[in-house]
């Protein structure tokens, strides 16, 4: 393990799996909630035999009684349906990536487990997560991943070029469970990925594989992050494709002067080990973080010129503008009170402001801004009228124009529907233990529940690219979480995916305990 990377996962695991208790969403359901206590009279300690027993967090966590179903499915980018993971009709090891066509639910394989058994084995590889590439032509399979601190961010990366029907393992002669972050460039012609704290980029055709950075020393990181912006910001993945395929912008971490602290490892070996960290703790030294600019096919490195100290300053945020050689980045200040945003020339590194959001206590980082497709404008988040709101900034000035209104929180921006000039997004204007769906104009003149009045709970949408549909995930403190896949924007239930009807047969035989906030 490599004290210098925290854990980062490559990307968002493919499936959802509840165990012992969608558990505790049984009582406290999807999502952040205010303080709530539990009051009840138990039955006899640890008995389940009495009539109508009391459920108990103890009971829930105690063995797999409340263990759920989830639906791991994902939306195709041209909305031509959702994949599923399933096992092969005929019975055979290993799983099928099937699409479901949303109206009718007719299904066929897009990938077999067939395809993924490499040469000389008679299994085929257990697939931890997946990408695409553009064309569909190739698929990346990320297998015998390996925990780096919370999540499994190391493992093993295939191939699969469908148009030779070969499958082959990227990286070379590297050590098994070395690799992080792998993925295609844009014209799916190269992958990169980050080994050892450098990052590379390997040509699929030659299977050539370039080193993009060198680490002379072990306090410099490339295209990963050090503790501080996995534990503040969840960052994980540092680098990113620009849109010709021809570069890779990438965060560089330097942690020497960083003091360190000391872990005790008891359970690797017989005899414990002491691990230290680069952790700053509060007014201690941090770690100095800069942005490089390297083409694909090696060479040397061209630093963007950020203003300020690079230990005094947290990037958050690093994009490419679309269908430019630009970037845009985050400048966070230490305080966290203070967010530029900047846009650099990836040539030069000459950078230009474009606009700040400050607040006396603090501001929000949000890494996860969306593009309009015409490459001028981006929605912004800010909470600058005290409540957060997303914003339409242009390129050209700066200048944030409101694309929400009202006096709520914003809570996920679920879909841009360019065609009709719409949002869709979540929120909780009456009640902060409710969350629904809501549509407005792109200027926020308007504003419609999509979610049914008669439907209380918490609401979690994912909608198809063309946002057509939805998968949509209800649950409550006393109602395990039950999805289905609806119509958009009438709401209609077109089929159920996941309703954990045991569990709900199972709390209708118990006492459950009254929730007060």
């Known amino acids: 393990m490599n004290p210098s990377l925290p854990n980062l996962p490559s ?79 005929n019975g055979g ?36 997560d997946y990408a695409w590439s553009t064309d569909r032509s190739k698929v990346l399979i990320y297998t015998n991943s390996k925990k780096v601190w919370r999540t499994n961010a190391r493992g093993d990366y295939w191939m699969l070029d469908r148009t030779i029907h070969e499958l082959f393992q990227l990286g070379g002669n590297s050590p098994a469970s070395s690799l992080m972050f792998a993925k295609f460039s844009p014209d799916g012609t190269h992958v990169a990925y980050v080994r050892e704290r450098n990052l590379y980029s390997q040509d699929l055709r030659s299977r050539k594989v370039t080193t993009l950075t060198d680490t002379p020393n072990e306090h410099l990181i490339h ?29 560089q971490l330097d942690t020497e002067g960083v003091r360190e602290v000391a872990l005790v490892n008891n359970t690797d070996s017989l005899y414990p080990n002491v691990q230290r960290i680069p952790y700053p703790k509060t007014g201690e030294l941090n770690s100095a973080c800069r942005i490089g600019v390297v083409d694909a096919s090696g ?28 970037l845009l980045l985050q400048q966070l200040n230490r305080l966290q009170n203070t967010n530029r945003v900047f846009m650099a020339e990836s040539a030069t590194g000459a950078v230009t402001p474009l606009l700040v959001d400050s607040d006396k206590a603090w501001v929000e980082a949000h890494n996860d801004l969306t593009w309009h497709s015409d490459g001028r404008r981006f929605l912004f988040w800010s909470e600058r009228d005290q409540w957060q709101h997303l914003y339409w900034a242009g390129l050209k000035n700066g200048k944030l124009k409101p694309a929400t209104r009202g006096a709520f929180d914003v809570t996920e921006l679920v879909r841009v529907q360019e065609a ?13 233990t409710q969350r629904y769906l809501y549509r407005t104009s792109f200027r926020g003149h308007s504003l419609e529940r999509l979610t049914p009045t008669n439907a209380p709970g918490t609401h979690k949408y994912v909608a198809s690219p063309d946002g057509r549909w939805a998968f949509h995930t209800v649950s409550s403190f006393t109602v395990p979480p039950k999805t ?32 007060e906030f």
């Open 299 to 326: 060479g040397d490195i061209r630093w963007v010129k950020t203003p300020g100290d690079p230990r005094e300053y947290y990037i958050h945020d690093l994009q490419w503008i679309p269908r430019t050689h630009r």
């Open 420 to 432: 009709r000039q719409e949002l869709y997004f979540t929120a909780s204007p009456d009640n902060p």
């Open 11 to 89: 990307r968002p695991l493919r499936s959802l799996s509840l165990g012992p208790g969608i558990l505790l969403a049984v009582l406290l359901a999807l999502g952040t909630i205010p303080l709530v206590s539990v009051i009840g009279r138990a039955a006899e300690p640890g008995s389940t035999n009495a009539p109508n027993p009391l459920l108990t967090v103890e009971r829930i966590f105690k063995g797999s009684e409340f263990g759920g179903e989830g639906f791991g499915g994902h939306w195709l980018e041209d909305s031509s349906g959702y994949v599923t993971w399933e096992k092969p009709g």
């Open 223 to 251: 295209g990963a992050f050090d503790w501080v912006y996995e534990e503040e910001f969840t960052m994980q993945d540092g680098f990113r494709w620009s849109p010709d395929s021809k570069s890779i912008a990438f965060w």
């Open 93 to 128: 090891p290993g799983q099928d990536l099937v699409r479901h066509d949303p109206a009718t639910d007719k299904r066929d394989i897009l990938l077999a487990a067939s395809e993924l058994i490499p040469a000389g084995k008679t299994q085929p590889l257990s697939v931890d």
């Open 484 to 515: 289905e896949l609806i119509s958009l924007p009438d709401h209609t239930t077109v089929r159920v995916l996941a309703d954990n009807q045991k569990i709900r047969e199972k709390l209708a035989t118990l006492k459950v305990p009254t929730t």
